[in-house]
Structure formats: structure tokens, C-alpha cells
């Protein structure tokens, strides 16, 4: 298979020599085409710091990050800003879409950004609305939409121009479960039937028992994985639980 991701060994530190706090220390992994990964740690543990300097939000003080074979270490700032455009695709918690434009427009936005014929933006976002079950609220704005609608939205945002690399961070955090499951489950569509590869933040057992492994982070380190196989969701869920147990984290019941 591709590696789409590789981390090689990095470090990241906030502060200064006095007082110098150590966020990652020396982590790392591979992820290929197609894999949906999720990561996991107590709070402070480095995962959300682990997702910024892959999503280019922050940089490593040591170690280098390869996207799709690219060095997203090395690149000056405007190479950068135009590799994220093209290459990354973003899911918040708090779905960040445009209030003053439909679902339509907030999916389509990014393809006409690109210059993207007409014809092609229109084809394109009624294939992902209909991947994600959204074809219903097209025309409708971010007020007129429940939150599972909107993370939706966003999901195939995320996905319209055929990132590299989706990055998902708690994207279930401000859903109810019944919203949740339907996210988590229109994520493992994106990767079952459009070859999408994620990685995904969570905090939450249930979410993370729909991804294909899981990477746990303890003190900045990679404590732990877990790949799921051949195992149901359930068993899944379950050696999800006993390694969080083993981590003295928490974790949402199973649905």
C-alpha cells in the first residue's frame, strides 16, 4: 500500500530553556491509502498538539512530517498555505461552515476556489451529498440544519477536492449519539467506497470503534496501538476500553 502519512521521530516543545514544556517526544508512524486512524490520550497527553503539526497549524521542533512524499517540515510558508489547500481536508468539532451560504455553496466553495467548471462542482458535490445522505438540505444555510447535518456538511467539504489527508478533530464532540453514529458511519463510507484516508482525534471509545487503528499518546510518547482486523465493532470497542483503562483515562459507553 501508499504511505500517505509518515512522521519520523517528532519533537515539539513550548517555551523557552527555563521553563520548557515537552508536547511530543519523538513519535513515530506510518499511515497508508485508505486507512481511517484514530488517536487517543488523556487530556494533555499530546494528541491534539500531534494533530496540529500535521494539519500545518503548528511546526515540529524536531523530526519531519511527510505528506504524500512531501516534506511539510521544509516548506516556506506561501508552498505551504497552497499544499494545504490542495492536499488537506479539515473536520471541527464546531464544523466552522459559512453561515451566509447554503450547503451547497459551503461544499462547492472549495471547487470554485480551484476554478473548477460549473458542470464538474455541481456533478461532484451531489456524488458526496449523496455519500453522506445530505442531497435533502443542499439549499438549506447552517441555521436550518440540526449539528449532525452540519458535521455532515462539513465532512464532505472536507472531502470535495480529493484531499491527500482528511484531519478530524473530536468530530463527534458537539453531536448527540444518534447524530454521532450517523457521522462515524458516513466517514467509514468515505473511506470504504472514495478511498479516503483519515485521522481522527478523539476522546470517545464509541468514535474511535470505527476506525481501522487506533494510536495511543501518553506523555507526549506512542504508548500503544490497536489494530482492529477481523474484529466486529464491539470487540473493538472493547480493547479500546481495556487499553484506556490501562491509561487511567474515560471513555463514552458503547451505543
Do not use: W
Amino acid at each position: 500500500m501508499t504511505v500517505i502519512l509518515q512522521a519520523k521521530n517528532i519533537e515539539k516543545y513550548y517555551g523557552n530553556k527555563n521553563n520548557l514544556t515537552r508536547a511530543l517526544a519523538g513519535i513515530s508512524f506510518d499511515i497508508e491509502a485508505g486507512e481511517y486512524v484514530g488517536v487517543m490520550g488523556a487530556s494533555g497527553s499530546g494528541k491534539t498538539t500531534l494533530l496540529n503539526c500535521v494539519s500545518t497549524i503548528d511546526t515540529v521542533t524536531a523530526g519531519h512530517i511527510l505528506i504524500g512524499g512531501r516534506d511539510i517540515t521544509e516548506m516556506r510558508a506561501e508552498t505551504l498555505a497552497a499544499f494545504r489547500r490542495k492536499a488537506l481536508g479539515f473536520i471541527f468539532q464546531d464544523f466552522n461552515l459559512l453561515d451566509t451560504l447554503t450547503a451547497y455553496e459551503n461544499i462547492a466553495l472549495a471547487l470554485t476556489i480551484l476554478k473548477t467548471p460549473p458542470g464538474e462542482i455541481d456533478r461532484r458535490v451531489l456524488e458526496m451529498a449523496d455519500i453522506l445522505g445530505i442531497v435533502g438540505i443542499l439549499p438549506q444555510y447552517p441555521y436550518q440544519m440540526s449539528g449532525g447535518q452540519k458535521q455532515r456538511v462539513a465532512g464532505a467539504r472536507a472531502m470535495i477536492t480529493n484531499p491527500t489527508l482528511i484531519l478530524a478533530d473530536e468530530p463527534t464532540g458537539a453531536l448527540d449519539s444518534k447524530s454521532a453514529r450517523t457521522l462515524l458511519e458516513s466517514l467509514q463510507r468515505l473511506v470504504r467506497e472514495r478511498g479516503a484516508t483519515i485521522l481522527m482525534v478523539t476522546h470517545d471509545a464509541f468514535s474511535a470503534s470505527y476506525c481501522d487503528r487506533i494510536m495511543f499518546i501518553q506523555d507526549g510518547k506512542l504508548f500503544y496501538q490497536l489494530v482492529r482486523g477481523s474484529d466486529n465493532r464491539k470487540l473493538f470497542f472493547d480493547k479500546i476500553i481495556e487499553v484506556i483503562s490501562l491509561l487511567g483515562g474515560d471513555s463514552h459507553d458503547v451505543a
